[in-house]
């Protein structure tokens, strides 16, 4: 199976800082008690790499970034990721994509590519093609249970799944799909201060909360998702009709909401602590893009965003007469 891992893999401090109480190395502790029965594929994105995406408030390059991500993960699960470079276009710089990969290679990690295809995600019958996935590097495993992160968000995670299952298919490797995504989360309104908190932290990229409308069609309830996944379920879809066996669990799935693995909502036993400390991390991200502003690396509309966030935030606070000072008492 591949499960994608949403957020930090080893250390989420986003999720820390929005949910007071929350362990950030909870993830962790239990990949490394899987390591017997677990592989890793740990996704970059060649926009990513041809960008030098910054990806710290210090100032690291990517691959830098990368290679100590990767060395992290090593050294606390003790398992050796697999790399897979993901949205290749052979023609833009693809003498670059080469240096980053013997550079990792010659540091001893395998490396994988996949291509950028066009109409992705919508062109469904391109996708499940010789075209599509079916050019990618098939990455051969060998254990039944493989963690799927990544540098960032919007590095190829689901991607990555979807085109191992789509290739493991075509040689008769039976296979699947599952999500454990911390953000947003689902069964809390869209303009909760927690999920306004996870826009604000994927400014950069444009990635944004709305309602599942998959999730309404199949059950009549309301569902908090974001654009991409939302946008990749058709794909979803697609596999699960001409692909993976009808037996297979990925059929069960009706939404993109089915396929995360989510009980934060649940947890939440302060919602006024939570809500402040959205507010808070949204500020903080404010100050991060107007840095990156500052040094010429990023834009403007990241900081506009997180403003129009921050006044919907302060919208909720007001309207449950939370105090601004509650995280005081904590």
């Known amino acids: 199976m591949y499960l ?12 820390a800082r929005v949910l007071p109480g929350f362990d950030p190395e909870s993830k962790k502790v239990i990949f490394a008690s899987l390591k017997d029965q677990t592989e890793i594929l740990f996704c970059v994105s060649a926009d990513d790499i041809l960008e030098n995406r910054q990806l710290s408030n210090q100032e690291v390059s990517y691959k830098e970034y990368v290679y ?13 990721p697999h790399i897979v470079i993901n949205k290749i276009d052979v023609v833009d710089r693809f003498d670059l994509i080469l240096d980053f990969e013997k550079e990792f290679q010659r ?20 996708i499940l ?28 995670k689901m991607s990555t799944c979807l085109g191992q299952i789509y290739n493991d298919h075509e040689i008769g490797i039976k296979s699947g799909y ?3 995504e911390t953000f947003p989360i689902w069964n809390i309104p869209l303009n909760h201060p927690i999920n306004l908190a996870y826009e604000a932290a994927t400014a950069d990229i444009g990635d944004y909360n709305m309602l599942d409308p998959f999730h309404k069609a199949a059950y009549g309830k309301d569902s908090v998702n974001y654009n991409r996944d939302i946008e990749a379920f058709e794909i979803v879809m697609n596999i699960t009709k001409n692909v ?3 037996t297979n669990f990925m059929n069960t799935y009706k939404s ?22 959205s507010l808070h991390e949204i500020q903080r991200r404010k100050g991060r893009y107007q840095q990156m502003i500052d040094r010429g690396e990023g834009k403007e509309s990241r900081t506009k965003k997180c403003d129009e966030l921050e006044e919907k935030c302060r919208e909720y606070i007001n309207s449950k007469k939370y105090t601004l000072d509650h995280q005081k008492d904590l």
């Not at 950028?116 to 019958?125: E, F, L, R, S, V």
């Not at 093609?129 to 190829?156: C, M, Q, R, W, Y």
């Not at 934060?264 to 400390?277: H, K, P, V």
Request: aromatic share 8%.
């Open 178 to 180: 599952a999500k454990y």
């Open 107 to 126: 540091k001893n990690y395998r490396v994988w590519e996949r291509y950028k295809i066009m109409g992705y995600p919508h062109n469904t019958k391109s």
């Open 4 to 15: 994608e891992i949403g957020g930090k893999f080893l250390y989420d401090q986003h999720a």
């Open 256 to 277: 993109p909401t089915d396929m995360g693995i989510s009980s934060a909502g649940f947890a939440i036993t302060d919602d006024e602590a939570c809500s402040i400390a």
């Open 68 to 80: 100590r991500m990767l060395r992290a993960i090593e050294k606390q699960t003790g398992i050796t």
């Open 129 to 156: 093609s010789e075209d599509g996935f079916g050019n990618d590097d098939h990455i051969p495993l060998t254990k039944n249970l493989v963690l799927v992160t990544g540098a960032a968000s919007s590095s190829g």
């Open 244 to 246: 993976v066996a009808k």
